[in-house]
């Protein structure tokens, strides 16, 4: 009995490590798969009259959605920690504890 | 009044910049409290405010993936985070997701089936509605059942205890969750995680909606690790999908910025505020929210079916939307106030 569990144990931890992988390669798979739909209709932005900086944005956005993608990805989380931080400090200001609950139950 | 008006470079609109922040705060303190991404309030705002429905669901994604990781940090700092749990399921949620949406992509291709989504929407709605209100009378009963014996029902007990039958099946795998307290099969999180996330995917929305439940039925998650965990998940997904948005072009970075400004306070609020109300008072607000959400797909649905009352049941819809968002964004607020208000007065009590 121990070695019949032990054999699926085995097969059942291969089959873990392949849903991992096909995890990581799941996004590839799914830009492929999202792409189509979007070539049929593209979107440009009107940059006449812009301010230098969101002219710069607007370009960025119609030269290459690539690295557009990229810098917005990027932008995302850092606004988030900064702002989070931000208001972390203020809320710390207020005095309660902001490290620790004393609910447990569910 | 032209200063309260920031043109949006990508969409090429002009928006009302404080109905922005204002829609963040909303949408911070009620994704902060319940856990969740919150698509389905943020959109139809983004709409209303202005911005053509493909910009106001992916600048939603993207604002989401940021508000969201905000509220893991403090959440985190509670202790409210599995993140071993988390890294599990989204396994799942990923694989389920996408399975989901190409199964939309096939169904679509035989015809229309927009009505058909919205109606499996309608129903899982009123399931995890009924869920949460069946478990909220089951804890209920079980309180009265033991103040006649002259007892008291242990803190940790529950009305639904669907988990602990889910926890003995021992397939290998097995994982021990610290956080979440839960030894149960690797397969158990995957399974669920998959199942939300396909159902996710069916339907177009982030999952957080049933993901929060589901951890709380099925997995046996306390309410409040339910909430950090989700938003871990809600994190890296919104990130995921704000990356697929931004590349078919239909994020606006400038909205999703200054929403995020509104966000950082309510998300704060509305995490703070899970310090202060109990795993059933966040699981009957949860219900609340539901059932709202399950109004407004019917009225849509209704909208459809009525052409003739179409735009009044369109924004009846809305309404029913972001009146809800409203009042539960006030009685979590007013929850934070008094709360924070008890604690800083004990402290000073004790000093």
């Known amino acids: ?106 | 009044m032209d200063w309260m008006y920031v043109f949006m470079p990508i969409a090429g609109v002009y928006i009302f910049w404080p109905g922005l922040i204002i829609l963040g705060i909303g949408v911070g303190v009620i994704g902060g409290f319940f856990g969740m991404g919150g698509a389905w309030m943020v959109t139809p705002g983004l709409n209303i405010l202005g911005f053509p429905m493909a910009f106001a669901i992916g600048t939603d994604i993207a604002h989401m993936a940021g508000k969201s990781l905000i509220s893991t940090m403090r959440h985190g700092k509670f202790g409210n985070v599995d993140y071993k749990l988390g890294l599990i399921m989204l396994v799942g949620t990923v694989v389920g997701f996408e399975v989901g949406a190409q199964m939309v992509m096939w169904l679509e291709r035989l015809g229309n089936v927009e009505k058909v989504v919205r109606w499996i929407y309608l129903a899982l709605l009123i399931l995890i509605a009924w869920m949460v209100f069946h478990d909220v009378a089951k804890r209920k009963q079980k309180e009265r059942d033991a103040a006649k014996q002259g007892k008291q029902v242990d803190a940790l007990a529950t009305g639904i205890e669907w988990h602990k039958t889910l926890h003995k099946i021992k397939i290998p795998p097995m994982v021990h969750l610290r956080v979440a307290g839960i030894y149960c099969s690797a397969w158990l999180p995957i399974l669920v995680s998959f199942l939300t996330g396909w159902l996710a995917g069916i339907l177009g929305i982030g999952g957080g909606l049933i993901r929060m439940p589901a951890l709380i039925y099925f997995i046996g998650c306390p309410t409040h690790v339910a909430v950090g965990t989700d938003l871990f998940e809600v994190m890296i997904s919104g990130l995921y999908g704000a990356a697929t948005y931004t590349y078919k072009g239909r994020t606006e970075l400038v909205a999703a910025v200054i929403m995020l400004i509104g966000a950082a306070i309510g998300a704060q609020i509305g995490s703070v505020a899970t310090k202060y109300i109990k795993g059933y008072g966040i699981r009957v607000a949860f219900g609340i929210a539901v059932i709202a959400c399950a109004v407004s797909i019917l009225l849509k649905l209704l909208a459809k079916f009525y052409p003739a009352y179409g735009v009044l049941l369109d924004n009846s819809a809305t309404v029913v939307i972001l009146g809800t968002v409203s009042l539960l964004s006030l009685y979590i607020i007013v929850a934070f106030v008094q709360g924070a208000r008890k604690e800083i007065q004990a402290k000073k009590a004790r000093a």
């Open chain 1, 1 to 106: 009995m121990r070695s019949f569990w032990n054999s699926w144990g085995r097969r059942l931890n291969g089959i873990w490590l392949s849903i991992w992988t096909g995890m990581l390669m799941m996004p590839v798979m799914a830009m492929a798969a999202g792409g189509e739909k979007v070539e049929k209709m593209v979107i440009v932005a009107d940059t006449r009259g812009l301010p230098p900086w969101e002219a710069w944005w607007a370009n960025l956005y119609n030269e290459s959605h690539v690295y557009f993608t990229i810098v917005t990805i990027i932008i995302i989380p850092v606004v988030g920690v900064i702002f989070g931080t931000i208001a972390d400090l203020f809320m710390g200001m207020i005095g309660i504890d902001l490290k620790s609950r004393d609910l447990a139950e569910h």
